[in-house]
């Protein structure tokens, strides 16, 4: 697909649902008594995936498009699939599904395409393990295919090396089906919309923080938030989630708000474009998640939020976005995992901000769908660019003006959004490969880029 430059976003737009609420609300329907209802599910392939998953394992799943309704088996109606389990593209299916399984009464192999069995999947196989499932990687490389034998599990006090939503939902869905209490300790709070979720599904879960520092900081959490993982969680400290054995869930109704990573693409975009005014209609802006608007705002982004409110436990709001002339700035530590996803469009932006961006503490983002790391510095370096690549990170020195080019999107559908909302503002014409990637998780995104654009 092919891209030239444009003045500027205007209008409003909703963005689809976000993609790990999605996800999980699929999941914990399944294994929930009774209907689960999912107002705005995310169409993308990933999401859809994850509903494939579940109906061969004979989870009957009516998809009527933005409605969803789910006909739950209990916690122990799974059936064994026929075949392998096939998570697509999917990291969010393949590892969460993973702690599911990992209690069933049968044995299943799970795979994906060539970017899901690179990825790695130790940091849910130990922990599951230690749990006492019986799980392996079929290559012995620590990647999928995944050969699970469903176990008797015990439940474990487990300090996870990455702060890693994927990894502490997987353990936490096996800590349902476990003998006690299981507690998963991460270094910096990951997105939270498993917990809030298990919470509205009836689970007993919690999550206490230790702010690194202070007494209680090593081992035991300090303060216990009383309302459990909400909209006022402190994403700064160090935190562990804390989960009982469920003798059921039970159906709910979820509503998904807009996907803040989805909507960030048009945020980052109407914040380079000198002549945008673009209105974000109900986008979840859970602060475990929402990170861009942090980030963004420190490099003196106007955003205003309006209709602030909460669905299904998770804070929504309308975002305002105006141009603005920005500037460079340190994103690193904890609020890293709020905007890990964003950190690709986020450092497009940075082209445009005048001074350094320095990106650190984010080496996650080289074991994504791609290497993001390398794919971004490789492209915007083709760009005209100036961007240096790091360890944990990129380095970013705003103000060269870039120039349409040829960009590999490396089927990384994050990769390509960035890239067609960076070539709004290049010179000349930008032509993406594989761009039809976006149907992971946007599958709407070009139409809707389209209807945006002012000339
Ligand atoms: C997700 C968690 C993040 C994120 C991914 C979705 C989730 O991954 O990058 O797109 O739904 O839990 P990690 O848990 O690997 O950081």
Redesign the pocket.
Known sequence: MKFTGCKGLRGEITVPGD??IS?RSVMFGSIAKGTTEIHNYLQGADCLSTIACFRSMGIEIENRGGLVIVHGKGMRGLQKPDAVLDCGNS??TT??ISGILSAQDFEVTLTGDASIRKRPMKRIIEPLSLMGADIRSIPENGCAPLRIRGRKLRGISYASQ??????K?SILLAGLYADGETRVTEPYL??N?SEIMLRCFGADVRTEFARSGEPGSHGTASAASGSGPSGSAPVSSRATAVIQPAAELYGSRVDVPGDI?SAAFFLCAALMLPGSELLIRNAGINPTRAGILKAARSMGGDITLYNEKKDSGEPTADILVKSSALHGTVIEGADI?TL??ELPVIAAMACFAEGETVIRDAA?LKV?ESNRIAVMAENLTAMGADVTETEDGLIIRGGRPLHGTVIDSHADHRIAMTFAVTALSAEGETEILGAECVNISYPEFYQDLEKLKIF
């Open positions: 993609k790990s996800h990291g969010t590892r969460l990455v702060a890693s939503a994927q990894v939902s990951s997105r919309h990573s995992p890990i996803d996650e994504k």
